[in-house]
């Protein structure tokens, strides 16, 4: 993996400067806590499109959520469930505006056979949703930060019976040894998604997480055997679709959308359509600090010429500036 961009000094008030594993949030924020909300309920995913990184939940106590930061904008479906983000964990893309990426399905189904779902079966006429499944629900608990995203709660999820039964609701602390017992960490280590940090991620957690999808990078699992991010040929939808090149999730949903823009007419390159994202959209030019010391916008990484794109940086280097900056997608 390319190694073009480099720290360049300590940030202006981040004490111990270039220290290595300094952990730096942007935007002043205090270090983010290792205590989060354990919710118990249980797992659906007939009559749901569950993908590699997000899954329907329905909790027992549906007031759990009011003790959660911005709870009462989680949006729950008619059934009581609600979608699940996972933490730290970006798969490739099952459907984003009408595309998607290669081992987006098998990342699905690697999600639901580690939550414990099979014979499943799927719409032959809308076919990312699931018809039927056994069980018809897995007993689960989730651990969320106190936030939400677009109406979606950003959470650890563990259907480890020694977690699940053996554990209280409520504030909970997340240790090494709890991140264990998560899908989430099973998903990085196995290379069935890219990690992908945020400046909450806590720093105990960042370690061990990354540490993980390191692991399944040196032996080229999953998909870091066909990740093309460092460069690759942008010459269509069709050059990163689901037959194309595999390239970083938050990377496709940039493309994908800059090309929709060009055949609407816009001249520039994609470096150039980034920069000019409002904040306020989808696909903004998002903050980042590269080693938890360099902040950085995400155009500044990407080099689009002569019809190639170049992502200048290791993604395990990345923290993204916010969740509240987070994909919806």
Not at 173 to 195: C, H, K, P, S, W
């Amino acid at each position: 993996m390319p190694q073009a961009v480099t720290p360049a000094g300590p940030v202006a008030g981040v004490a111990g400067g270039t220290r290595p594993g300094r952990w730096q949030p942007t935007g002043g924020d205090a270090v983010p806590s290792p205590f989060y909300l354990a919710v118990r309920g249980r797992l659906l995913v007939a009559g749901k499109e569950p993908d590699g990184d997000s899954v329907r939940f329905l909790p027992h106590d549906r007031d759990a959520y009011r003790a959660l930061q911005r709870g009462g904008g989680i949006r729950p479906a008619r059934d009581g469930t609600v979608q699940l983000r996972l933490e730290g964990v970006d798969a490739p893309e099952l459907r984003y505006s009408g595309a998607s990426q290669p081992l987006g399905a098998q990342a699905r189904d690697a999600l639901l056979a580690a939550l414990g779902f099979a014979h499943l079966e799927f719409d032959p006429v809308q076919p990312q949703r699931v018809v039927h499944a056994e069980p018809a629900s897995v007993p689960a608990m989730i651990l969320c930060q106190p936030l939400a995203i677009s109406g979606r709660p950003i959470a650890y999820l563990t259907v480890d019976p020694e977690a699940v039964d053996g554990l209280r609701p409520g504030r909970l602390l997340v240790d090494q040894a709890l991140l264990e017992r998560t899908v989430n960490l099973r998903l990085l280590r196995e290379g069935v998604a890219y990690y992908t940090a945020y400046a909450s991620t806590p720093p105990g957690h960042h370690r061990h997480l990354r540490a993980a999808a390191a692991g399944a990078r040196e032996a080229r699992l999953g998909v870091w055997a066909r990740d093309a991010s460092a460069g690759f040929a942008l010459d269509g939808r069709h050059s990163i679709d689901q037959q194309g090149q595999l390239v970083l999730p938050k990377l496709f949903r940039r493309c994908t959308d800059y090309l929709t823009d060009v055949a609407a007419g816009f001249p520039g390159s994609l470096t150039d359509w980034l920069t000019r994202q409002p904040a306020t959209t989808r696909n903004r030019d998002d903050h980042l600090v590269i080693r938890y010391i360099r902040p950085a916008r995400l155009s500044d990484l990407v080099v689009h010429r002569d019809g190639r794109v170049a992502f200048q940086a290791d993604p395990l280097d990345l923290a993204f500036g916010s969740t509240t900056g987070r994909d919806s997608a």
